[in-house]
Structures are given as structure tokens and as C-alpha cells.
């Protein structure tokens, strides 16, 4: 009678085959569940984009509607829009402008948007993306004195797992077509109105800068 | 079962026609739910088939399965359309007529809309919304889920004056093809004639939402998990200062649309461990059905958790407040 040792080495080689495929199979699970996961994003990104598109291009020229739109399934989905004014946009909105669902994960929106993103190009001049936040301004010298508030724009809009509201304008202006979404997040609307204490002159239009609430 | 001649060993050919069948079953699998074009299908019954899909799949693998859900926006029009609906997928267009018809349409599509949600989302009872593979190591907090089965856009220049009561029609109308009211079906009780009573409080529970006149609403299926039965209602269907176990809110329909718009919390009696339960709606015009009890699964370790179908209005504020995420596509 064999031992357990010697049915082993007999059967050495059938063994390391099966443990071989096993493990190939195991691999292609565990690729197929990853990717699978970023592809069911990418999936609802797509949807979202499309009725984005078809609101768009149903829309008159010269015209404003606010319209509640499904956020994506999934974590730091933002929407955004590259116009010739972007020397660094992707090379699908190269020679027309575009507006763009990506996921942002790092602190460059334009490589984000190259590596995962779904897009539309549009027939514009100009897309813009108006996300407005307050921020405080603090005392010259770095002191930590808020002197008052101002309004800087992020340049993305962070789309949610649910709801989110934007409005959509249509504008021709000295000839050019100009497209402006804007969505003004709640955190913006509760502050809003420290604004008031730079008056007028509080609005600088900036991008970035300060901090944010 | 695999055949041994010798203890411990297995013949090298038949391992290999296991692998090679267990290969072949994972590329059926994916050919049929990620690459077949199903577009002969409804997408009623492409929805229904990724609900049973994600329902019998492994909780770890379950979330990975999409819901291939699309809303259906009904335009409930004097002209037969939707401005707001331009360019929309999955669209239907009905015509109002202008006398007291009108009344019935809208309340039949609400009911209909109610019904074929609950319907295509196994009428509560599946587990869809399990969290996967995060949720089974414990790295996802317990929220709220939904599926926006339709929204209803009703333009209707005497909407108010139309006193539309879908609850009433509920209770007192037969499904097409089948021998039982809306509300004996939700309720899945062919003895149930009448809603249970309200409990309200009516400063507590009367919330507005907005001051907008609404005319627009969503048909939302929403399910969780809960730790306890008492949270888990709440967060389905309510916001707060909810009396009592078992509350759902259900948005006025008519009288809305010239006030603002009010949600009223009801009552559900019966409501325990498992059941269904109708509500009933203070002074409104719609419904929401609840379920609470043991999901179906294939699986030996079967989950508790509730699962509502409501109808709110198309609003951010309000769906948010409820779902936490939004699965299928707009």
C-alpha cells in the first residue's frame, strides 16, 4: 500500500495544473468583479450624460430651465466641461467643446477626466460650470482674522448618489453660443448671504482661493 | 461528484472537465447578463429579470449586478405632451381629456404606476440593496436605497379642482387580469376593504416640503435593512416626529398643487416582524405600501429588512431626504 506521500508525488504534476488553473480562474474573478464595479459606474455615468445631452439640445436658444437630474451611482463623480479656453482639455474636446462626467480622484480634473470619464461633445463656444461657494478672506499676513467673505467657483459640480438640481441656460452672445450650467449646492445657499457683509464688493468671481465652508 | 479510485487523489482528466465546465458556466453567465442584447425585451421585463438576478445572486457578489431599471416618465398632458420631457428615454405620452375623465386618468396611472413598481421589484420581498461585498464586511454604514420606477408629470390647468383620490381608487378598483383591488394586492389580503386609521398628530406630522406647487411626482421603491423595524420605517418613509412603529408619508395630490405641498404621516397597525401593510392617508390622495418581514433568497442565511413603494414629489429635497442612493437609470 502507497503512502500518502508517495500518492502525492505521483500526482505532482496534475496538482500544480489544477492549483495553476485555480488560481487563473480566481484572478479572472477577482479582475472581473473590480473592473466590473468601476464599469457599473461608468455605466450610470453614461446615462446621466445622455439625458444631460438630450435636455440640452432640446433646449431653445436664449433659454433657462432648472432640471433635477439622477447623480451617479457611485463615489467623486463630478461634472464638468472643457472649452477652448483649457489648453490642457482631453483630446476628445480638442476641436469642439465638451462637457464631461469623470471621476475625480486627484487634484487634476483634466487628467481624471482622461482616465475615467464619459463625455458629449457639444456644438458650443463656450460651456461653462458654475458651482459657487463662499469663502472666508482672512486678515493680511496670514493672520487668522476673518475679514469677510467672497464667491470663488469651483469649476466642477460633485454629482451625488441621488438628486441634484442644476440649471441649464442657452445664450448667444455677440455671436458666440454659450452654454452655463450651474447648480448651487445647499451649503452655498446657507451661506450665501454672509456676502452681504463685503457688499458689493464682495463678489470677486474668482476661482478658488480662501477656504470654504 | 468526483470519482476517487484512491484515497485523496482525483483523475487529472475529470479535474480538468470540472474546471473546464465551471469556465464555461462563468462565460455563460456573463454572455447572458453583460453582453446579450435583450433589446427585444420590454425594459419591464429587463428590469424584473436583473431584480431575480441580483435577488438569487451571493450577497458578496449581488451588488456587482446591475439593475437595468430605466424611469418611466408618463406625461399626463391636455395636448398629449411634456415640455420638460423633451428628449426623455422610455417616454409615454397620455392625453387628459378636458371633462371629469381626467380625474380617472390620473388616478389610474398612479395606481397602475404603483402597482407595476411594487410588481417589478418582487413586491418587496427580495433582497436588492445588500451593500455587497462592503456591507458583508461590515465597511458600509445602513442606508436607504431606491429605484425611481417612473415619475409622473400631470399638466392639467384644473388639477385642483379635479379631486383626485387615488387611495379611494385603490380601494375600490379591480387590477386589469386580476381578481383583487390595488389595495387587497398591496395589502396581499383579499379581505382588506378599507385603510387602517391613521394615528396623527398633526403638528407633529405635517411637514411641508416645499412651497412650489408640484406637478410632478416619482413612484419610488426603497428598501433597508434595519437594525430594528422602528428606525427602519422611518427611514423609508418618513422624516420625523414619526408616533409609533410603522409610519409612512404620502404627498397630497390635487390640493398640492394650489398650497403647499404637505406630507402626512400615517398610522399602520399590524405591522410587526413581518407583513404587509397599506397605509392610510390623513386627508390625501395617494398611498404608500409597506413590507417588513424575512427576504426570499436562495441562500441559507436569510436577511430582515423593509421595502416600501410611495409616491413623492419629483422634488430634490424630498426624494433625497430619503434615498440615499439611487440605483437604475434616469
Not at chain 1, 492549483?19 to 473590480?34: P, Q, S
Not at chain 1, 442644476?166 to 450665501?192: C, D, M, P, W
Not at chain 2, 458583508?136 to 454604514?141: D, E, G, H
Request: include cysteine; charged fraction near 20%.
Amino acid at each position: 500500500m502507497k503512502s500518502k506521500r508517495a500518492d502525492l508525488r505521483e500526482h505532482t504534476v496534475q496538482v500544480f495544473v489544477a492549483v495553476f488553473i485555480l488560481v487563473i480562474i480566481f484572478g479572472f474573478a477577482v479582475n472581473f468583479y473590480f473592473s466590473y464595479s468601476q464599469n457599473k459606474e461608468k455605466e450610470s455615468a453614461k446615462s446621466i450624460i445622455n439625458v444631460l445631452e438630450e435636455r440640452i439640445k432640446s433646449m431653445p436658444e436664449n433659454s433657462a430651465v432648472n432640471k433635477t437630474i439622477q447623480g451617479v451611482n457611485g463615489e467623486n463623480w463630478v461634472l464638468t466641461s472643457f472649452d477652448f479656453s483649457n489648453p490642457n482639455r482631453p483630446d476628445a474636446c480638442f476641436e469642439q467643446p465638451c462637457i464631461y462626467i469623470c471621476k475625480a480622484v486627484s487634484s487634476s480634473i483634466e487628467e481624471d477626466c482622461k482616465n475615467n470619464g464619459v463625455f458629449r461633445r457639444l456644438n458650443y463656444d463656450e460651456i461653462e460650470i458654475i458651482n459657487p461657494i463662499v469663502v472666508s478672506v482672512y486678515s493680511p499676513g496670514g493672520g487668522k482674522q476673518i475679514m469677510g467673505y467672497k464667491e470663488a467657483y469651483n469649476i466642477a459640480i460633485d454629482l451625488p448618489k441621488n438628486l441634484i438640481e442644476i440649471q441649464i441656460e442657452k445664450r448667444i452672445e455677440n455671436g458666440k453660443k454659450i452654454l452655463i450650467i450651474t447648480h448651487y449646492s445647499e451649503e452655498y445657499l446657507a451661506n450665501k448671504h454672509k456676502l452681504l457683509s463685503f457688499g458689493e464688493g464682495g463678489k470677486f468671481g474668482t476661482s478658488g482661493g480662501g477656504s470654504s465652508f | 461528484m468526483l470519482k476517487s479510485h484512491k484515497k485523496g487523489a482525483i483523475e487529472s482528466s475529470e479535474l480538468i472537465s470540472w474546471i473546464l465546465i465551471l469556465g464555461g458556466f462563468v462565460v455563460i453567465i456573463v454572455f447572458i447578463f453583460f453582453k446579450l442584447d435583450l433589446g427585444s425585451q420590454t425594459k419591464e421585463d429587463l428590469c424584473k429579470l436583473s431584480v431575480l438576478t441580483r435577488a438569487t445572486s451571493p450577497q458578496e457578489a449581488s451588488a456587482y449586478v446591475p439593475l437595468k431599471c430605466t424611469t418611466k416618465k408618463i406625461c399626463l398632458a391636455e395636448n398629449g405632451k411634456c415640455a420638460d420631457y423633451n428628449g426623455e428615454d422610455n417616454l409615454e405620452n397620455i392625453k387628459l381629456t378636458k371633462d371629469n375623465e381626467a380625474k380617472q386618468q390620473i388616478e389610474k396611472t398612479l395606481a397602475e404606476s404603483m402597482y407595476n413598481c411594487w410588481n417589478m421589484m418582487g413586491e418587496g420581498k427580495l433582497d436588492l440593496f445588500n451593500g455587497g461585498l462592503a456591507k458583508s464586511l461590515s465597511l458600509q454604514a445602513q442606508s436607504v436605497s431606491c429605484v425611481i420606477c417612473s415619475r409622473v408629470k400631470i399638466e392639467n390647468s384644473n388639477l385642483d379642482k379635479l379631486n383626485v383620490n387615488v387611495e379611494e381608487y385603490m380601494r375600490t378598483t379591480q387590477i386589469e387580469g386580476r381578481s383583487e383591488t390595488y389595495l387587497q394586492y398591496f395589502a396581499n389580503d383579499r379581505s382588506v376593504n378599507s385603510y387602517v386609521s391613521p394615528k396623527i398628530n398633526e403638528n407633529e406630522n405635517k411637514i411641508t416640503f416645499s412651497n412650489n406647487p408640484v406637478n410632478e411626482y416619482a413612484v419610488v421603491f426603497s428598501q433597508i435593512k434595519p437594525e430594528n423595524y422602528e428606525n427602519a420605517v422611518e427611514k423609508l418613509a418618513t422624516f420625523a416626529g414619526v408616533a409609533g412603529v410603522g409610519a409612512v408619508q404620502v404627498p397630497f395630490i390635487g390640493k398640492a398643487l394650489i398650497s403647499p405641498v404637505g406630507l402626512t404621516i400615517a398610522g399602520l397597525t399590524g405591522l410587526g416582524v413581518a407583513g404587509f401593510s397599506m397605509s392610510k392617508v390623513y386627508e390625501g390622495k395617494a398611498a404608500a405600501a409597506v413590507y417588513c418581514g424575512q427576504f426570499q433568497s436562495e441562500t441559507e442565511s436569510k436577511n430582515n429588512g423593509c421595502s416600501a413603494v410611495q409616491i413623492l414629489p419629483y422634488e430634490v429635497n424630498t426624494i433625497n431626504k430619503i434615498c440615499a442612493a439611487i440605483e437604475g437609470a434616469p
